[in-house]
T-cell receptor, first 119, second 114 residues
Framework: DAGITQSPRHKVTETGTPVTLRCHQT?????MYWYRQDPGHGLRLIHY???????DKGEVSDGYSVSRSKTEDFLLTLESATSSQTSVYFC??????????????????FGPGTRLTVL | DQQVKQNSPSLSVQEGRISILNCDYT??????FLWYKKYPAEGPTFLIS?????DKNEDGRFTVFLNKSAKHLSLHIVPSQPGDSAVYFC?????????????FGKGTKLSVIP
């Protein structure tokens, strides 16, 4: 299994509070992703990173920000949590084995997930 | 607009028989497809993938078939085992801008009955 951990694994918070989720990898993979999984929606990309300090928005980025100051860590922040952000959040990593290779043709390995409940 | 569709939310199959999970897509730019398997309370795990230059890819009990003209792919599991009971997600990607993004279907829950 790829070395990906997520913390915390479970969190309950109140509306309006800031929340930060952490993804940590030991694989030295270049690309990191944050997804959310909701019933009836499958997995949706929130933000991704293609290198240290290089990030971009995904399909459902509103209300979320990310930071990547080190290769191994990718943080997802909810500045002011809302009930609509109650979800299971997954981090994923991938790497391009060949120079110029497309990162999304490489397997994405997922972390165990963080279940976030916003009351 | 859902670009990757898994129209069957659930599927039940007898142990030892074939499981066939289906996936349709609408974006003709998709050229790489993956299947992921997910157990409850765990992250998705990669199962098998296929490039659009192929129409079949096999890995042990798992085979993925791609029909580009119909924009359809399927995952065959033979023989099915109780440990295969999980949610299966189909995913697709396209080259160019946004190529980092995998577009996932909503998943099909497979139950293999002993």
């Amino acid at each position: 299994d790829a070395g990906i951990t997520q913390s915390p694994r479970h969190k309950v918070t109140e509306t309006g509070t800031p929340v930060t989720l952490r993804c940590h990898q030991t694989e030295n993979h270049r690309y990191m992703y944050w997804y959310r999984q909701d019933p009836g929606h499958g997995l949706r990309l929130i933000h991704y990173s293609y290198g240290v300090k290089d990030t971009d928005k995904g399909e459902v980025s509103d209300g979320y920000s990310v930071s990547r100051s080190k290769t191994e860590d990718f943080l997802l922040t909810l500045e002011s949590a809302t009930s609509s952000q109650t979800s299971v959040y997954f981090c994923a990593i991938s790497d391009s084995g060949l120079a110029g290779g497309r990162p999304n043709t490489d397997t994405q390995y997922f972390g165990p997930g963080t279940r976030l409940t916003v009351l | 607009d859902q670009q990757v569709k898994q129209n069957s939310p659930s599927l039940s199959v007898q142990e030892g028989r074939i499981s066939i999970l289906n996936c349709d897509y609408t974006n003709s730019m998709f050229d790489y497809f993956l299947w992921y398997k997910k157990y409850p309370a765990e992250g998705p795990t990669f199962l098998i993938s296929i490039s659009s230059i192929k129409d079949k890819n096999e890995d042990g009990r798992f085979t993925v078939f791609l029909n580009k003209s119909a924009k359809h792919l399927s995952l065959h599991i033979v023989p099915s085992q109780p440990g295969d009971s999980a949610v299966y997600f189909c995913a697709a990607s396209a080259p160019g801008a946004g190529s980092y993004q995998l577009t996932f279907g909503k998943g099909t829950k497979l139950s293999v009955i002993p």
